[in-house]
């Protein structure tokens, strides 16, 4: 309420997840080796890369002029990092209709004639899935049915949704061949912006904040903290070590190695950060 207050709504919500086909990874990376065997390798890649993300969001302004952000670094169930933005721009780069969401915004699988970099791009990292009957145990699904509600429906024109979410314009097209033996059309995009998918070459997902409603889940999102566990000791002659140490392994690689190279985890602009007495710690 206090940051609400200070800045006015959020505008933009940004994730960005780490790709370890990049190929500064894959450059330092020996015959025999795969990304996962270098984890110190691909935690300071990507925060290399988000730097740089920052410095282009923040400083330059690439989806308007930012007033006030903050950020979150998190890491998927012993797997990759991934990072959580929110900005509050400027009230002359404040988005306020349609034509504001679609200039920073999009959708849709890009035609292969017209742009065959993005075309590749979009095929590569913003398509959900797959799951339903291809893949069943993905993580989105409960109850037989996809959490994030895809596919989405085809739609001409951009509008703010009825539960506070921007539904994004996705013209009706024919279905594309991706390389997990299914066909997507655009109702299975992820929203994304071109230049900074282009440029970062991995999972961007970028949403607009249309209304003030979802305010309150996407702040306690970012304040929520780390994943907990809850684990038993039982006694007993005979003691699985091995699988004593599956079920209590919990801080993967990357998050010990952010650690100990001192990387920041979390941040707010200085203006947010005066009003930090009013929010709980993060650790």
């Known amino acids: 309420m206090e940051i609400v207050a200070h800045d006015g709504k959020l505008d933009i919500f940004l994730t960005m997840t780490c790709n370890p086909s990049w190929s500064k990874i894959s450059s330092e990376l020996k015959n025999f080796q795969t ?4 984890p110190d390798l691909l935690t300071r890649i990507f925060r290399a890369k988000f730097e740089q993300l920052k410095e282009d ?14 950020y979150v670094t998190e890491f998927q169930k012993c797997g990759l990092p991934h990072v959580h933005m929110l900005l509050i721009l400027q009230d002359n ?17 890009p035609e292969t004639e017209e742009e065959s970099q993005l075309h590749e791009a979009v095929l590569k990292h913003m398509i959900h899935g797959p799951f339903g009957s291809l ?16 596919p989405k429906e085809f739609l001409e024109e951009t509008r703010q949704g009825n539960d506070s979410y921007s539904q994004y314009k996705r013209c009706f097209n024919a279905p594309v061949s991706i390389n997990r033996n299914a066909n997507v059309d655009n109702r299975w995009v992820v929203p994304y912006n071109p230049w900074l998918l282009l440029k970062y070459d991995c999972y961007i997902n970028v949403e607009v904040c249309s209304s003030i409603k979802s305010i309150k889940y996407l702040y306690k999102y970012v304040y929520k903290g780390p994943d907990r566990v809850a684990m038993e000791v039982r006694r007993g002659s005979i003691v699985d070590e091995v699988q004593q140490y599956i079920d209590a392994r919990w801080i993967c690689a990357l998050v010990a190695l952010w650690k100990i190279f001192i990387f920041t985890l979390y941040r707010m602009n200085p203006s947010v950060e005066r009003l930090q007495i009013h929010l709980p710690n993060r650790h």
């Open 135 to 150: 893949n069943p145990r993905s993580p989105c699904m409960k109850h037989n049915q996809c959490r994030k509600k895809y």
């Open 57 to 70: 969001v923040i400083d330059k302004g690439v989806l308007g002029k930012v007033k006030s952000y903050m």
């Open 35 to 38: 990304p996962q065997d270098c």
């Open 93 to 109: 780069d404040e988005l306020r209709d349609s034509e504001d969401y679609d200039s920073i915004v999009r959708a849709e699988i």
